[in-house]
T-cell receptor, first 112, second 113 residues
Framework: NAGVTQTPKFRVLKTGQSMTLLCAQD?????MYWYRQDPGMGLRLIHY???????AKGEVPDGYNVSRLKKQNFLLGLESAAPSQTSVYFC???????????FGSGTRLTVV | AQSVTQPDIHITVSEGASLELRCNYS??????LFWYVQSPGQGLQLLLK??????LVQGIKGFEAEFKRSQSSFNLRKPSVHWSDAAEYFC???????????FGKGTSLLVTP
């Protein structure tokens, strides 16, 4: 049972480049989330999904887009990367929106 | 606005000593409350959660937390800390009608020999 898998684990982008972060879960969870973690800021919610085909904005959605075409996958896209998007990105999933989550191991993204 | 506050950014304890990490919340009604731990380079792992009932909650790895409504607090405790407990600890909360967890900024725990 793999839980929540994030790919890639590390990436360096140049300003203006685009990329997609993939999150896959095998627990049949309805809810999925993307958070970013920055020093001294804790985890901030970027976007979330309450089910296949649905997405919604979180606390810091600007500069990001998401898609949930399949229940098990939640994609986070950066259309034009900026240095301010240098961060560690965590995906999480949960059976409900208020129960405990299972987190992936993170993607460390550096934008230069 | 709903918020979770962890007053201590860093805490240092000696191995074998007791530990208490503080967490305060600001919600209109009592939220659901959680503690997570993050080891270096890893994702977050759920230690324990409180929904209702007994205000003393037992979790994994020997941790417990006490909910105090009068103080709007949910402090994490461990009677005797081990070197492997060195990590970042996050308190989180959600309203019972919420869709996502709201995290505190974390407390970094250093354990000295």
């Amino acid at each position: 049972n793999a839980g929540v898998t994030q790919t890639p684990k590390f990436r360096v982008l140049k300003t203006g480049q685009s990329m997609t972060l993939l999150c896959a879960q095998d627990m049949n969870h309805e809810y999925m989330y993307w958070y970013r973690q920055d020093p001294g800021m804790g985890l901030r919610l970027i976007h979330y999904s309450v089910g296949e085909g649905t997405t919604a904005k979180g606390e810091v959605p600007d500069g990001y887009n998401v898609s949930r075409l399949k229940k098990q996958n939640f994609l986070l896209g950066l259309e034009s990367a900026a240095p301010s998007q240098t961060s560690v990105y965590f995906c999480a999933s949960g059976r409900t929106g208020v129960n405990g989550y299972t987190f992936g191991s993170g993607t460390r993204l550096t934008v230069v | 606005a709903q918020s979770v506050t962890q007053p201590d950014i860093h805490i240092t304890v000696s191995e074998g000593a007791s530990l208490e990490l503080r967490c305060n919340y600001s919600y209109g009604a009592t939220p659901y409350l959680f503690w997570y731990v993050q080891s270096p380079g890893q994702g977050l792992q759920l230690l324990l959660k409180y929904f209702s009932g007994d205000t003393l909650v037992q979790g994994i790895k020997g941790f417990e937390a006490e909910f105090k409504r009068s103080q709007s607090s949910f402090n994490l405790r461990k009677p005797s800390v081990h070197w492997s407990d060195a990590a970042e600890y996050f308190c989180a909360a959600s309203s019972n009608s919420g869709y996502a967890l709201n995290f505190g900024k974390g407390t970094s725990l250093l354990v000295t020999p």
